[in-house]
């Protein structure tokens, strides 16, 4: 589909070239005579021109006013001003408002087309942005933090506050797997600053050196193997949003050195001499207590109230099971889409079982329970023996035909095992037990020897029959 040009010129001979011109470059051009015709197509027909090609004094007004009047209602387009009485007030003028370039009459055609060409690849990635961050937005709206429950609509009521806020700085305080980048996805895409980065930084996961040089950057020579210039996050983040998840785990000399660049928005990579200016809103998270490590010395008391401008803590999943109701079945929709399974029946047995654990893994636990059960299933029906949640027993078949009940077998979730380790494990141990028969072993796992039989070649394991 082309792009719209709308050219606003008086000159009718001027306009007809201006329009057979970039007609054939394959613009879908529109042409307005005056300032009425403009806005009859803009307002009216709800003209949506990725540029704006004007004539600057037009008979019924000054092309400027008209720009500062219309466009706050526009999708983002880039505005060019041709005119034969150019002065350097009126110059400042247009560029103060926006406007891509100011362009003496009379221009030549060569250097015009650089100019639009120019115009319109800045056009082309400001709308991306936009579109980026309206998906965004969709995706991570307040809504996006799911439950029923008064802790969750608490959570969700502070979100949509803090959205209509231009805030600097806020600490996410919960437990480990409660939803702390869920909100911090939520806050950035929600505010003013989601058409810009939001940039992420797990302060657990580096050493102290290491973390240094990712935060603000070094350049070339700053130390042994930095062969380059890097960008810091925080440079990365200019405009955008800093997110700095574990923040109790970063060392004191670098809580100092965030402080001051947080204070002054000023701050200098490693190995240089030059202060780079940056404007970065800065999302703090932890699992730990700030409160109680800032009283025994662990964490900068300056810092922590640097940040603290809010405080949002998330609940433990463990004191809103209510919200199961809602969370379970999003995350068998979402897993179904994922992996093609048709899951739609939660027995009463599950159900029962989800509420009966603790889940001191929070929701991140939860959805890893739901993803193995839904990628393990057979049918519509959620199948109760693959919960496999500590501390309860579950058999790996609900009946045999002897009638007794197998051996129970448990997995750990603490990530030591991706699900093909597990998939593996189930069959090859359940196999072991059968003596390598598949047909027993089908059984026992509630599936058809041809699926198992496909499994077992899959993963290389031997069998009898």
Not at 5 to 34: F, T
Not at 230 to 249: C, M, N, P, W
Not at 394 to 423: K, N, R, V
Request: proline share 4%.
């Amino acid at each position: 589909m082309p792009n719209t040009l709308l050219i606003i010129e008086d000159e009718p001979l001027l306009g007809q070239e201006l329009s057979r011109h970039y007609a054939k470059a394959g613009w879908e051009v529109e042409l307005a005579n005056d300032l009425k015709e403009a806005r009859r197509l803009l307002e009216e027909q709800h003209l949506e021109p990725l540029l704006i090609l004007s004539d600057m004094n037009l008979p019924d007004g000054n092309a400027l006013g008209f720009m500062e009047e219309i466009k706050g209602k526009l999708v983002h387009c880039e505005w060019l001003f041709l005119t034969g009485y150019g002065g350097v007030q009126e110059s400042v003028r247009a560029l103060r408002l926006g406007a891509y370039e100011f362009i003496e009459k009379p221009c030549e055609m060569d250097r015009l087309d650089l100019v639009m060409a120019s115009a319109t690849r800045s056009a082309l990635a400001q709308r991306r942005l936009l579109e980026q961050a309206e998906v965004g937005y969709r995706k991570y709206s307040p809504g996006a933090f799911v439950g029923k429950s008064i802790a969750a609509q608490r959570v969700r009521d502070m979100l949509t506050r803090l959205n209509r806020v231009p805030f600097s700085a806020i600490i996410i305080g919960g437990e480990t797997g409660t939803g702390k980048g869920l909100v911090a996805r939520i806050l950035h895409h929600g505010g003013k600053r989601g058409p810009y980065p939001l940039v992420e930084l797990n302060c657990a996961a580096l050493p102290r050196d290491l973390l240094e040089s990712e935060l603000f950057g070094h350049e070339a020579g700053a130390f042994t193997g930095a062969t380059g210039r890097h960008r810091g996050l925080i440079e990365q983040a200019d405009s955008g949003t800093l997110f700095l998840d574990e923040i109790g785990e970063m060392p004191l000399d670098l809580q100092a050195k965030l402080l001051k660049a947080i204070e002054d928005r000023k701050f200098r990579r490693l190995g240089s001499e030059r202060e780079i200016s940056v404007d970065v809103q800065i999302l703090a998270a932890s699992h730990r207590d700030l409160e109680s490590m800032v009283r025994e010395g662990a964490f900068r008391s300056d810092l922590y109230h640097r940040l603290s401008v809010f405080k949002l803590n998330l609940p433990p999943l463990r004191e809103v099971k209510q919200d199961l109701d809602e969370l379970v079945p999003l995350f068998i929709a979402e897993l179904n889409a994922k992996a093609a399974r048709q899951v739609k029946i939660i027995p009463d047995k599950v159900w029962a079982e989800l509420r009966a654990h603790e889940w001191p893994g929070n929701v991140r636990e939860l959805r890893n329970v739901v993803e193995r059960c839904v990628l393990f299933a057979e049918g519509p029906v959620f199948p109760a023996q693959w919960l496999q949640l500590p501390g309860r027993h579950h058999d790996l078949a609900s009946s045999s035909a002897t009638g007794t009940a197998a051996d129970g077998l448990f997995i750990p979730l603490d990530g030591s095992m991706d699900l093909d380790d597990m998939d593996r494990y189930i069959i090859e141990t359940t196999l072991n037990s059968h003596h390598g028969n598949v047909t027993g072993a089908a059984r026992a796992l509630g599936t058809t020897r041809e699926t198992l039989r496909y499994r077992v070649r899959k993963y290389g394991l031997k069998e009898t029959g």
